[in-house]
Nanobody, 122 residues
Framework: QVQLVESGGGLVQAGASLRLSCAAS????????MGWFRQVPGKEREFIAR????????DYADSVKGRFTISRDNSKNTMYLQMNSLKPEDTAVYYC???????????????WGQGTQVTVSS
């Protein structure tokens, strides 16, 4: 069992940076692949980035590639999403997730945080 709590969301202007954190509880954090997803009203939850359990492998959606960086510190049971050059279209609720496989699919993630709101103004 894994419990996840996101933090770091807020209201920023276009071009600004923001760092999201995902704090995990449990004794087997490093065994889980993790990912970030986002969702806006009326649309499906969207894959943003993923990182393998060891942190050695990462992947990004084309929409955020080059702007966002996913990382994890297993010694602190924490995953991060550094978001730079934010755009209004990045506005969404951002969710942290953990699962047994390194994947882009929502189906691969059994555990989810409550979400944190990111709003980017023009």
């Amino acid at each position: 069992q894994v419990q996840l709590v996101e933090s770091g969301g807020g209201l920023v202007q276009a071009g600004a940076s923001l760092r999201l954190s995902c704090a995990a509880s449990g004794r087997t954090f490093s065994n889980y692949a993790m990912g970030w997803f986002r969702q806006v009203p009326g649309k499906e939850r969207e894959f943003i980035a993923r990182v393998s359990g060891s942190g050695s492998n990462t992947d990004y959606a084309d929409s955020v590639k080059g702007r966002f960086t996913i990382s994890r510190d297993n010694s602190k049971n924490t995953m991060y999403l550094q978001m730079n050059s934010l755009k209004p279209e990045d506005t969404a609720v951002y969710y942290c997730a953990a699962g047994g496989l390194y994947s882009k699919s929502l189906r691969a993630y059994a555990y989810w945080g409550q979400g944190t709101q990111v709003t980017v103004s023009s």
